[in-house]
């Protein structure tokens, strides 16, 4: 079919056919619909940010825009990657529409007059006077003077009828950043480094993968997530990518932890489903717990996560369910005994509030005691936004709710049991 349909193309259609970026483009390198002023491209690395951010620009200068800002985090980047790279402007023009670049001036010069002046993030002065419809910024996450060239370039952003920013970035922790994505008026498109797997080695790929495949660095690098450490959280981000490991020793116990939620619907909040365990070696203090897998669902019914929490514990060979009740009361005991009757349930109530019963656990971490298989990121982004004053993030912290229980019943249970005195208090 496609032979067919290239078959049938003239030789000035096959010409123009890498040029039509509609019909090649991924979902995140298309602009968003709406009345936004800055549209914010989060990728990993390779995912194709830098064409997105070109073929942006060629679609402004094609819609009218006649003056330019594009920003790179030096001159030599902005010229090499944004304007001659692979993927730059000058790359995705076609013959009869491309820029006559004046290396004099660091400017782009379009046929129908259109102008692209070159910025430096590191010289936000240069921004100071000139004025424009449109910018393209590219990893402002790594801008050294992040604050003050945003500032310069918003005052320069005042021709035309609806100036607008395109920012493409690999996301880091960055004030701008952060704010930026805060803002009513900027949209995101994010994609990972395998979503552009067509244009990409595979031994990179692989390579990559094998490598940072569920650290801190490979959610940010790979996955392009923003990983943010907030004020007062019981966990950070670096502590916990530094407690993480390839596999977990022989375990003397396993647990499965859910924290049901009250409705079941795609809006609900998640089941928390946390598999466990814990190396039993020595006196209580040298206990180490071993956090094994993620298995929550969004929008599950009772039927479903029930089946998928004793399902994990077939997987891992768990010696117990540990369900909290608050919500659900018998009901929760209810559904798992319909589909297991046999199954070791223990069924727990929270007495005291989530971040009375997580400050403990979170204490075994500082001491290193617990540690992550790779691969939780869900969780572990969750857990850096419990702080002393309350869950940070959207919904229920559902995932850390299981997990609190899992170590609970794991380590500080038995520990409050036997009253051992190097552990009294937790």
């Not at 985090?73 to 004046?102: L, N």
């Not at 019963?357 to 204490?363: F, G, T």
Request: proline share 6%; net charge neutral; hydrophobic share 45%.
């Amino acid at each position: 079919m496609q032979q067919a349909f290239l078959t049938s193309l003239s030789d000035a259609e096959l010409q123009a056919l890498p040029y039509l970026f509609a019909f090649w483009a991924m979902p995140h390198q298309l602009p968003p619909q709406g009345d936004w002023r800055t549209w914010v491209i989060l990728g990993g690395r390779g995912a194709g940010k830098t064409r997105a951010g070109a073929e942006w620009v060629r679609r402004m200068v094609a819609s009218g825009a006649r003056r330019i800002a594009v920003v790179g985090e030096t001159y030599h980047q902005a010229r090499e990657v944004m304007v001659f790279g692979d993927s730059g402007i000058m790359a995705v023009c076609p013959p009869d529409a491309r820029p006559k670049w004046i290396a004099t001036r660091q400017m782009l010069v379009w046929p129908n007059g259109a102008q692209a002046t070159l910025f430096s993030a590191q010289d936000p002065e240069a921004l100071r006077g000139p004025q424009f419809d449109a910018a393209w910024v590219d990893e402002l996450a790594k801008w050294r003077k992040a604050a003050a060239t945003w500032d310069m370039l918003q005052f320069g952003l005042r021709l035309g009828d609806a100036p607008r920013v395109c920012v493409t970035t690999t996301p880091r922790r960055q004030a701008l950043l952060r704010k930026l994505l805060d803002r009513p008026s900027t949209v995101v498109t994010h994609a990972p480094t395998s979503a552009n797997r067509a244009n990409l080695a595979d031994s990179f790929l692989a390579e990559m993968t094998a490598e940072y495949a569920g650290t801190a660095l490979g959610r940010q690098e790979l996955e392009g997530v923003m990983l943010d450490d907030v004020d007062g959280a019981l966990w950070q981000m670096g502590a916990l990518a530094a407690c993480q490991v390839d596999r977990a020793p022989p375990l003397t116990r396993i647990v499965v932890a859910i924290d049901p939620p009250t409705t079941a619907h795609a809006g609900s909040d998640a089941c928390g489903i946390i598999v466990a365990g814990v190396v039993m070696a020595g006196p209580v203090q040298d206990w180490r717990a071993y956090v094994l897998e993620d298995a929550s669902l969004q929008g599950a019914s009772p039927d479903t996560w029930a089946r998928a929490a004793i399902g994990a514990m077939a997987r891992h060979n768990a010696d117990r369910l540990v369900a909290e009740v608050n919500q659900g009361g018998d009901m929760v005991a209810a559904v798992i005994r319909q589909i297991d009757p046999l199954v070791p349930l223990r069924a727990v109530h929270a007495s005291r509030g989530k971040i009375a019963r997580a400050e403990p656990v979170a204490a075994l971490y500082e001491q290193g005691r617990v540690r992550h298989l790779r691969g939780l990121g869900d969780l572990e982004d969750q857990m850096c936004q419990m702080t002393g004053a309350g869950y940070q993030g959207r919904g229920s912290p559902d995932r850390v709710d299981a997990l609190v229980w899992a170590i609970h019943d794991l380590m500080i249970g038995p520990a409050q049991s036997w009253r051992h005195p190097q552990i009294r208090g937790l």
